[in-house]
């Protein structure tokens, strides 16, 4: 049984993080969401483990409204990414919510989520 946290390892919550993802990864566009992805190797040159375990970091600016919609938005987010985590191994993953993301409904996030994990050729 995988279990359904959502660790601090999981997650990408430095700026240094964000903007290497944003910047060397390649973009995707969806209905509600842009979605970044950074492959990363799994044992970084000084030997550490940097991409064992796919991870996730997720922006939502006021422009998807308030924080009820925001923080609805980062919840659903990251309910697909538990679901699918564990097929997303040594992948980095920024999410952004577009404008429209605030009146999405969880189908619809996923949907949106799988079409973009296809053209990105994410695994699963």
Known sequence: MVTQTFPRSARIVDSSEFGQVRKEGRSYAGRFL???VLRVPPVSPNGASVGATGR???????KVGGAVERNRVRRYVREVFRRERTRLE????VVVA???A???TFDGIFR???NLGRKAG???
Request: a positive charge.
């Open 56 to 62: 996730l970091g997720v922006i939502t600016s006021r």
């Open 34 to 36: 842009f979605l970044n």
């Open 98 to 100: 577009r404008r429209s």
């Open 122 to 124: 994410l695994p699963g």
């Open 102 to 104: 605030g009146e999405a």
């Open 90 to 93: 040594g992948f980095w993953l």
């Open 112 to 114: 949106d989520w799988v």
